[in-house]
């Protein structure tokens, strides 16, 4: 008999990225000696730019000192992938989940990310497609619309994927998104045809994707009012 699994929501609204980073890193720690449960950071970020470990600063292609006049932060992170950017009316899902638990490796873990974002583009008629070659993500033609960098410590996850609702995307002409120089990016307004619910009903859809695909039985919610997050 199977065993129920719950999953842990934290729906945070808009968080400054250094704040989110911080608690991941915390939640981490703590998942690790199971202090907690499998949780998951449902979020949306101020304008920021971020880089992987492999530091690929050439692939932002303006002076960081310009940064600040565009409204925008850059910070580095120990997460896999390239450059990319991170704002407002984007998805962002953290995981903080243990892959031993669930019976996972690496590459299923992103192939269930990048799953998850194919899932909902098609609740809105939108047909979406994960990696090719090297290439992790989600795309729409050769358009990408949806971001994957995951870290991965002693079998507990933390940061994750991003997926664009109705993103500023000249906020992309700054940098090779992804170190991918020859493809757009794109956005779920951008794609369909119907007429889009707020940002928060496309974030719980996207949720509920993620927890069907990992096999979570149950989602148990929290919002922001209640959670202490420390500045």
């Known amino acids: ?3 129920p699994r719950n999953l842990e929501v934290w729906r ?4 400054n990225y250094l704040k989110a980073l911080k608690l991941q890193e915390k939640l981490a720690s703590d998942r690790k ?7 998951l950071l449902s979020l949306q970020h101020p304008p920021t730019y971020t880089l992987g470990k492999r530091r690929t600063d050439y692939n932002l292609l303006v002076p960081e000192s310009e940064l600040k006049n565009m409204g925008a932060e850059l910070h580095y992170t120990q997460r896999g992938g390239d450059i990319t950017f991170h704002g407002p009316h984007q998805a962002i899902l953290y995981p903080i989940i243990s892959l031993r638990d669930i019976g996972l490796g690496a590459r299923k873990y992103v192939e269930n990310l990048e ?3 194919i899932e909902l583009s098609s609740l809105y008629g939108v047909k979406a497609h994960g990696q090719r070659k090297c290439e992790t993500g989600v795309w729409v ?8 960098g995951v870290r ?8 994750g994927l991003a997926f664009n ?3 500023d995307l000249t906020f992309f002409k700054h940098i090779v998104p992804c170190g991918i120089a020859d493809k757009d990016v794109t956005s779920l307004r951008r794609e369909t045809d119907l007429v889009l619910p707020d940002d928060e ?11 069907r695909l990992f096999g979570y039985n149950d989602i148990i919610w929290k919002d922001k009012n209640v959670i202490e997050i420390d500045d």
């Open 115 to 117: 799953s998850t974002m």
């Open 165 to 167: 609702i109705d993103p």
């Open 1 to 3: 008999m199977r065993i």
């Open 201 to 211: 009903v496309i974030q719980e859809q996207l949720v509920s994707c993620f927890a």
């Open 33 to 39: 000696i199971n202090k907690i449960t499998d949780t």
């Open 152 to 159: 991965i410590s002693t079998g507990i996850t933390s940061h």
């Open 12 to 15: 945070l609204g808009t968080v």
């Open 141 to 148: 033609g050769d358009r990408k619309i949806g971001a994957i």
